[in-house]
């Protein structure tokens, strides 16, 4: 089976504070993405990664980088954390050769 | 972009009955996947249906791509189906791998 763990499950931050959301894979996948869901907007794709210190810009990049040193580890970073970034942060991991998504369980932030 | 509805956006059922979920999109794509979220929160991959039909237990699921919808059937409901339903599809020659997800289905059982 699949497993995507993300580092935590509720975090708590202040504004101005640089904030990291790790997610890591077990299973030797090329693709990750991070999403955030907000109620009423749904699933948004902030960044996701193919390989390897390489990264592709999603629908919501502003705000937000990424790193990914090892292959089974892609990090979110919030440089400077705001109160509209409260949020849940989803990481996702792509199975091949059937392209299936497959999530970890979330972290919800909050900024205040 | 492709726009990718869910209906009904909301449905509660009493515990054994059946419901129909449905995901219209406005282009051709190459996945389609359909989620069950929990109510922690946690992403449940269901089917991976790009087209055809496919059954899961009590779930199972139809994709007829050349009409651009998919249907999600469940069957004899429990309590344990709560959460929400989403559908989230590829786009068909868009940037490869990326999913847009539908506003997805909240669905609640009832015992």
């Known amino acids: 089976d699949v497993k995507v763990t993300q580092s935590s499950r509720y975090l708590v931050k202040r504004t101005g504070e640089k904030v990291f959301l790790e997610c890591v894979q077990d299973?030797?996948?090329?693709?990750m993405f991070w999403y955030r869901q907000d109620p009423g907007l749904g699933l948004r794709l902030i960044y996701f990664?193919?390989?390897?210190?390489?990264?592709e810009k999603g629908d919501i990049p502003e705000g937000y980088s990424v790193s990914r040193e090892k292959k089974e580890r892609f990090s979110l970073i919030l440089e400077s954390a705001s109160t509209n970034q409260t949020s849940m942060y989803l990481c996702?991991?792509?199975?091949?050769?059937?392209?299936?998504?497959?999530f970890g369980p979330g972290t919800r932030l909050t900024v205040t | 972009g492709i726009q990718v509805e869910q209906s009904p956006p909301d449905l509660i059922l009493q515990e054994g009955a059946n419901s129909t979920l449905r995901c219209n999109f406005s282009d051709s794509v190459n996945n389609l996947q359909w989620f069950h979220q929990n109510p922690w929160g946690q992403l449940i991959n269901l089917f991976y249906i790009p087209s055809g039909t496919k059954q899961n237990g009590r779930l199972s699921a139809t994709t007829v791509a050349t009409e651009r919808y998919s249907l999600l059937y469940i069957s004899s409901s429990q309590t344990t189906d709560s959460g929400v339903y989403f559908c989230a599809v590829e786009l068909k020659g868009g940037a490869t791998n990326k999913l847009i997800f539908g506003t997805g289905t909240l669905l609640a059982v009832q015992p």
């Open positions: 990664s193919y390989d390897v210190k390489m990264k």
């Open positions: 299973m030797d996948h090329e693709n």
């Open positions: 996702a991991s792509l199975t091949l050769p059937r392209f299936e998504q497959y």
